[in-house]
């Protein structure tokens, strides 16, 4: 059975603060890590990782893969409240759902 | 439309009764996933429509559950005989298939409460 964890399950930070988000996983026919950012109801996309230690940066967050030991890192810098939220990491399978599996999340806090 | 539309946002409903939740995804996505989310918890996988093809029904967690698909279009998730443990956030996502890797838009999602 797949199997995505996240740590920690929640992290509660202050404002300027440089955070690192944890996403192992155990997927069958592996073929991309995704993050997502959930504030509300809505997850909304953040990065794709296919290729291990390739690093994509979109503004303060950046990410990158390790597929030899099967983990992710989500890293926010000089975070903001506006970073507060869950942050999902999902692993996508080629298997029969041919869907994805998500963590539980990191419910992100930062305080002003 | 210009994103994955669900309705309704919010539903209260008392056990027993049946509900009914819609989700229009963006045009042209053939692949329609439904997800739960439980308080506090992740993304629980319910079911997968891709294209024409027979949808992949294996998260529904009891025959309570069904949901339909007609073409590429609307999806209804039906619950019937609601339980409280079916309080939840139902959200719905499409993506675009056909050898792209996925990338998955989701709804606002419904929240579910059963008094």
């Known amino acids: 059975e797949d199997k995505v964890v996240q740590s920690p399950l929640s992290l509660v930070v202050h404002e300027g603060d440089t955070v690192t988000l944890n996403c192992s996983y155990e997927?069958?026919?592996?073929?991309?890590l995704l993050w997502y950012k959930q504030e509300k109801k809505a997850p909304t996309f953040l990065f794709m990782l296919?290729?291990?230690?390739i690093e994509k940066k979109s503004g303060r967050l950046s990410s990158i893969l390790d597929k030899k030991e099967l983990f992710s890192i989500l890293n926010i810098t000089a975070t903001q409240t506006g970073d507060s939220a869950v942050y999902l990491c999902?692993?996508?399978?080629?298997?029969?759902?041919?869907?994805?599996?998500f963590g539980k999340g990191t419910h992100l806090i930062i305080q002003p | 439309g210009a994103g994955v539309s669900q309705s309704p946002s919010n539903k209260v409903t008392e056990k027993g009764k049946d509900v009914e939740l819609r989700c229009d995804p963006i045009?042209?996505?053939?692949?329609l996933y439904w997800y739960r989310q439980r308080l506090g918890q992740g993304l629980e996988f319910l079911i997968y429509?891709?294209?024409?093809?027979?949808?992949?029904k294996s998260g529904l967690p009891s025959d309570r559950f069904s949901a339909e698909r007609t073409g590429e279009s609307v999806s209804t998730l039906t619950i019937q005989r609601t339980q409280q443990e079916d309080s939840a956030v139902y959200l719905c996502?499409?993506?675009?298939?056909?050898?792209?890797?996925?990338?998955?838009?989701f709804g606002s999602g419904t929240q579910l409460s059963v008094l």
């Open positions: 996502a499409s993506s675009q298939r056909g050898g792209r890797l996925s990338e998955l838009f």
């Open positions: 997927v069958t026919n592996f073929r991309s």
């Open positions: 296919t290729s291990s230690g």
């Open positions: 999902a692993g996508d399978s080629g298997g029969g759902a041919d869907g994805l599996t």
């Open positions: 045009s042209g996505h053939t692949a």
């Open positions: 429509f891709q294209g024409n093809s027979a949808p992949d």
